[in-house]
């Protein structure tokens, strides 16, 4: 059910691959919410993944860009305005990569070239982008712009590795920008914390799987999938949030303020009677 959120409204979203993809349930909510837009991904993304489909099926362009280089984010926000034919209101940054993780090396073993990719692709590239924008004046005052965070950015999670330095540094550059670009243009900036979600992105996450249970097992209403985020992200991209920025959203069922859950306890307390003898002493295999 349409309810006409974003008629008349532009936007672009960056970083969708597949139908897994957080980016890629947005783009086609916005469109059904009444906006038009543009997708953007890497050259690389565009030609290896299913980009093409999503493009035919709302009518929009693809403009193929690496979200690292300033260059390319110039023409994407050029490019949009002269096909929508205004300035832009709206732009969802869902990037992410970790070669780190790819390659399996432990946080205790970086390699930095690697964590420099990690933070340019996954952080940098947000406040690139924003930088961009603002130059260009390519975002229409009170206009929204969201980026996809996760709570690793605050606590530590096993496996989730620098990919969690990322996030930390994209929250910090929606706080900084954010009130930069508030004070001037009154364009808002938030970061949206999901659940985890089983993404293309998100499967390269060891033990990404147990996660996901896990902190289905510890949130009160369990784990927001990526179509009910693209339900928010189109929220914050209303006019019903004008008044919302420099935050970083929790939405994951209530797992951020969990400190244990019944659900989770049961399974605690399971685990040891699996390994326990009659008499309750643990047997280590």
Known sequence: MSYNLLKGKRGIIFGALNEQSIAWKV??????????????????AVRMGEISALSDKLNCEVIPADATSVEDLEVVFQR?????????????HSIGMSPNVRKKNTYDNLDYNMLGKTLDISAISF????????????????GSVVALSYIAAQRTFFGYNDMAD??????SICRSF??????????????????????????????M????????RMSPLGNADADECANYCITMFSDLTRKVTMQTLFHDGGFSSM???????????????????????????
Do not use: W
């Open 80 to 92: 949009s305005m002269e096909i929508l034919g205004g300035k832009i209101d709206f732009v969802l």
């Open 127 to 142: 406040h690139k982008m924003l930088q961009v924008a603002k130059k260009m004046n390519a975002i229409a005052d009170y």
């Open 27 to 44: 783009a086609e909510l916005a469109v059904e919410e009444g906006a038009t837009i543009t997708l953007s991904n890497t050259p690389v």
């Open 178 to 207: 954010g009130y930069i670009y508030g004070r001037e243009h009154n364009v808002r900036i938030n970061t949206i914390s999901q659940s985890p979600t089983m993404t293309t992105a998100g499967s390269g996450v060891k033990g």
């Open 166 to 171: 990322a996030k930390s540094l994209l929250e």
């Open 209 to 216: 799987d147990k996660l996901m249970d896990f902190s289905n």
């Open 259 to 285: 400190g244990m859950s019944l659900r989770a306890m049961v399974q605690y307390e399971k685990s040891f009677e699996e390994y326990c003898d009659e008499n309750g002493n643990i047997i280590y295999g």
